[in-house]
């Protein structure tokens, strides 16, 4: 069973959030981190968190066993994912307006270490962060947030 009070300590007095900036819950074996305050590190509540993950698995067949298995999620509220799309999303819009149609070379999101390029299908966009990781969304306004938050997350 899976203690969150103890979790919650812990996490204190590790990284220094509070329950009301990072919340703890389980439920069926799962523990789940909500992330509710936009000055948390998200990087850091994750690898946080995977400390509590526990998976078995078949030395055969890569195959997750069942029972005993803890699983570990990171969610961030809504409020919290606008504060951080917010920081990026004016600046990948731009760089956006400056694409060619058709353009197939990225093109650099000025002041940030990404690259947008047009998407491999019609009316989406694609970033890349340090040329390692990347991603593809369609270009609305959800889009954008969704490319900004990428961003946050591998920046």
Not at 106 to 127: C, D, P, Q, R, S
Request: aromatic share 10%; charged share 25%.
């Amino acid at each position: 069973m899976i203690n969150t009070k103890e979790i919650r300590k812990q996490m204190k007095k590790e990284l220094g959030y509070n329950a009301k900036q990072v919340s703890v819950g389980s439920k069926n074996g799962n523990c789940t981190f909500t992330i509710r305050d936009a000055k948390v590190n998200k990087g850091k509540v994750k690898e946080f968190a995977n400390n509590f993950e526990k998976i078995d698995r078949c030395q055969m067949t890569g195959e997750i066993l069942l029972g005993g298995n803890t699983f570990v999620n990171v969610y961030s509220t809504d409020e919290v994912k606008n504060v951080w799309a917010a920081k990026y999303i004016d600046t990948i819009k731009a760089a956006v307006a400056k694409l060619e149609p058709g353009a197939t070379h990225g093109k650099k999101v000025e002041g940030l270490e990404a690259y947008v390029w047009n998407g491999h299908w019609k009316g989406t966009m694609h970033i890349s962060v340090d040329n390692s990781t990347s991603y593809d969304r369609n270009i609305d306004e959800g889009g954008y947030r969704e490319l900004a938050l990428f961003v946050h997350d591998h920046s």
